[in-house]
């Protein structure tokens, strides 16, 4: 006789519920989420607060967990209640996103005042009052659904939620360091921001020239979400803005730089827009991609049938796709300018040694030592030119002149610098060991 295993005996077997027993277990398990949908349907959208979304949110995703957890995804009775508080979820989400910038707008700084402080909020208002009525359209279906499966809707009296900050007086920051004094009693302006400005400009660059337009018909609205905005890319792009703003509060905030260039707190600004943004897309995104009727759920589902209409569609591009790109599109020119003040162009003519040649090998380290800078700098010969960040380019390049010995290239004087004593050390062929110290970065 076959030994059981142990680990199957040490859990107790799963049993099925009768519907009337899971409803009686859900009424226990939903009251938090049905106290925070009586909230928000107590107040319109112009006076919803981010922390009334965010506990929506919250209390949406415990019970859509709890609902998985006990099956209702195959459960023809409780399936529909499923889908209602997974869209209650991911549009809580997204408005609780668009609802903090709402109240955020008064402390960020742009080159574009009117865009700021006319635009954008007209454009917030009509966002978020045209997802906040599919909100509240999609909890009172929820409530229907509630009562059909045989749970009683019951709510104790619910505090008001408190009113939003007013963020139009903020007391005075007093965190600028003075900066370091160079020998040159000048300095080389702060690689940091220089930094900054030129991920700025490449984040810029990177963003679609497609999703940069507004479709006018329904169906190239949907080709434009499916192409550019799936929820993988839209959380790639968001990672990308934290981290920039991230490392702008490590390296730049209150810094002597920061209050010598005050158009670096411009870029802060719209990074931060376009943040909040991205924050909801990815939000509405999910639920276009995992809720829409035809794909992962049922043509005849009823819930989440406005994910195909115009009204929707137009809430996400014209309301965050175009919104958020229009926010970095303004901090282009002072991202240009700042990135010319704070680096020193110039250019060297670099000659590869006898026996020397470009290969992988040493254009990786070419564009290792590129990217510890983070600056642009562009590699030509013969009138063709390509970016020493990208080593394809490099590659495509040099094997287009394989006989060219000497390579023009233009960027900032640190970085050339470091090139020209890249190129005098035969780049790393005779061994990374025997590079100077100074290149002791490209050992990481």
Not at 28 to 56: D, M, N, R, Y
Not at 351 to 371: I, M, N
């Amino acid at each position: 006789m076959k030994t059981p295993s142990p680990w199957a005996d040490s859990e107790p077997r799963r049993r099925w519920m009768p519907p009337e027993e899971f409803a009686l277990l859900l009424e226990k398990s939903g009251l938090g989420f049905l106290a925070a949908v009586e909230g928000i349907q107590q107040h319109s959208p112009e006076s919803w607060v981010e922390g009334s979304l965010s506990t929506l949110a919250r209390e949406a995703r415990a019970l859509e967990a709890f609902l998985d957890a006990h099956g209702a995804r195959a459960n023809q009775a409780f399936y529909p209640l499923r889908k209602s508080v997974a869209c209650t979820l991911w549009l809580s989400e997204a408005l609780s996103c668009l609802v903090h910038l709402r109240g955020r707008l008064e402390v960020y700084p742009s080159a574009d005042e009117f865009w700021t402080q006319r635009s954008l909020p007209e454009r917030l208002k009509g966002t978020v009052n045209g997802l906040g009525g599919m909100l509240i359209a999609t909890t009172q279906v929820l409530k229907e659904q509630w009562l059909t499966s045989g749970c009683q809707w019951s709510v104790e009296a619910i505090e008001s939620p408190q009113p939003p900050i007013r963020l139009s007086k903020i007391l005075v920051a007093d965190r600028a360091v003075a900066g370091e004094p160079y020998d040159d009693g000048i300095g080389p302006p702060s690689l940091p921001a220089a930094r900054l400005a030129n991920r700025y400009l490449g984040f810029l660059r990177s963003w679609a020239e497609g999703a940069t337009r507004a479709p006018a018909k329904p169906e190239e609205q949907i080709g434009l979400l499916e192409e550019y905005c799936r929820e993988r890319t839209v959380r790639l792009f968001k990672a990308k803005a934290h981290s920039w703003q991230s490392d702008y509060d490590s390296l730049v905030l209150g810094t002597s730089e920061e209050q010598e260039w005050p158009s670096l707190r411009c870029l802060r600004g719209a990074m931060s827009q376009a943040l909040h943004l991205l924050e909801a897309m990815v939000a509405l995104s999910h639920l276009f991609e995992r809720h829409r009727p035809g794909l992962a759920t049922p043509q005849e589902d009823s819930t989440s049938t406005y994910l195909e209409r115009k009204e929707f569609l137009d809430l996400f591009v014209e309301g965050c796709i175009l919104p958020a790109y229009r926010s970095l599109e303004v901090g282009a020119e002072s991202a240009k300018t700042l990135l010319s003040q704070l680096t020193r162009e110039t250019y060297v003519f670099a000659r590869l040694a006898d026996g020397v040649h470009l290969h992988a090998r040493p254009l990786s380290l070419l564009v290792r030592l590129t990217q510890h800078y983070g600056l642009p700098v562009s590699m030509s010969v013969d009138g063709e030119s390509a970016s020493t960040e990208s080593i394809m380019q490099l590659l495509l390049l040099s094997g287009q002149h394989p006989n060219v010995r000497e390579f023009r290239f233009d960027g900032d004087s640190r970085v050339l610098e470091d090139i020209a004593l890249l190129f005098e050390s035969n780049l790393g062929e005779d061994g990374i060991d025997s590079l100077p110290a100074q290149l002791g970065y490209l050992f990481q």
